[in-house]
């Protein structure tokens, strides 16, 4: 078996001119010119099931939280599981009301919000979970929360038009 010589990914962040002026950006700024250069909307869920026995211990209906981020392209789908954090782009048309869906399942969900830029100081202390994410994804403006029905209160709390409710009943007349 013979075996081609290993040849090296380009970094693709290398080729990435910088705003500056002068040549090409160095370091991890690619990321934040890529996040900068689509326009994004935030939205946060908030369900109650509990996969995991300690997840009885926190208020039913807000026993977890996930994001999702919707561009010009479709939406994607971020979701810290235990142990894991599950990033999906869902293969459905841009127009789909991810929203609707959500709460048509039984969610309560807050946005529209503007994801933050990048974090310019220290990383959180905080282990990571389900509501260590979303407020991650808000950024310096997220209120403080453990949990997740702490983080939904403080989100109504600060944003008090973020929750967008539908109503679908049946028009009398």
């Not at 999702?68 to 127009?95: F, I, N």
């Not at 990571?128 to 983080?151: E, N, Q, Y």
Request: glycine share 12%; proline share 10%; hydrophobic share 45%.
């Amino acid at each position: 078996m013979i075996s081609a010589p290993f040849v090296p990914a380009p970094d693709l962040l290398a080729a990435v001119p910088d705003p500056r002026g002068g040549g090409v950006a160095h370091g991890g700024a690619g990321h934040r010119r890529v996040a900068e250069s689509q326009s994004q909307l935030l939205w946060i869920a908030f369900g109650g099931g509990a996969d995991q026995g300690w997840m009885r211990l926190l208020r039913p209906g807000f026993r977890h939280c996930f994001a999702a981020l919707q561009d010009d392209l479709g939406w994607t789908v971020l979701d810290p599981l235990s142990r894991r954090l599950l990033v999906t782009r869902l293969a459905v048309e841009a127009e789909f009301d991810l929203p609707g869906f959500w709460r048509r399942a039984g969610c309560r969900v807050l946005g529209p919000f503007l994801p933050a830029a990048p974090a310019q100081g220290l990383p959180s202390a905080m282990p990571f979970s389900c509501v260590s994410l979303c407020r991650a994804l808000i950024g310096p403006a997220a209120p403080f929360a453990v949990t997740p029905h702490g983080l939904f209160r403080g989100l109504k709390k600060k944003f008090p038009n973020k929750e967008n409710v539908l109503d679908v009943g049946r028009v009398p007349g």
